[in-house]
């Protein structure tokens, strides 16, 4: 398929490399806000068309497919006129900024026949049902404790603390950890506590969440601005415990019993950039005439933006474009 990249800021760079090693994607078109930034990106990464503006893009008939890399203000606004042209739609995480976003452009992607799917990479990588396989082994036990963190020092983005971008830990890292959490531990959620502490600019910067699942297991997360932790993921079971090495992109996992031996290592399969999986299932998918893909069904954008939505709620965080 013949994608176009939406956007040139540096998750499209980080990207653009995959989209050509990827045998199922070609490099095509990227749009931005200026045709001198789309110019460079495009010798930058070999891309064949450059557009001056988003609208060029979406009306590029060889366009199959538009991976949507602008901030997080700006996604649904992008995915709706992505869909209204017809065009398939790969959007970076966070899929929206709120929950009746995500609806609307489920609606929109059922009613005009389009696919459209969140680009969270996680939950396309071999390592997430490696992941599930060890759980339901057995070897911990029965899990109770789910735990995960994710913090980068980021806190010098202008996107990162700007509100009217949905700027924030939330949004950017702590959609990781509660993808961690839903993936492993599921959504059936009795109830959510969290705390936070501002910024200045009014986002979140260092948070904790809390989730309390109807069967009695704990989902235990905390996401930050400020500092680099070590981003592990930790299941607990009554005889023993997983932990994953880097929720974000998760590198090995080794399990532990309850006296900590290591009674089990696995180191997941190499990979590219890990983006790989993402396009190559989207776009199966899309070329198959669906509208959503497996690994990210457009129910679960919504579930998490959901509990994100509650998470902000107990805030009182609101955003400018709210």
Known sequence: MKIGILGTGLIAQTVAPTIAEVNETECYAVASRTYEKAEEFAKRFGFEKAYGSYEELYEDPDVDMIYVATPHSLHFEN??????????????????????????????????NVFAAEAIWPRYMPSRKIIRDTIESGIIGKPSILTANLSYIIYMNKRIMDPALAGGALLDVGVYGLNFALMHFGDDIERIDTSVRMTDTGVDGLESITLFYNDGRMAVLTHGIYARSDRKGIIYGDKGYIVVENINNPKDLSVFDTEDNLIKHIDFPKQFSGYEYEFRECAEAAASGRIECDSMPLVDSIRVMEVMDAVRNKWGLKYPIE
């Open 79 to 112: 995915m709706m006129d992505a869909i209204k042209h017809k065009k398939a739609v790969l959007c970076e995480k966070a899929f929206t900024v709120n929950a009746a976003q995500a609806r609307e452009i489920a609606k929109a992607a059922k009613k005009n």
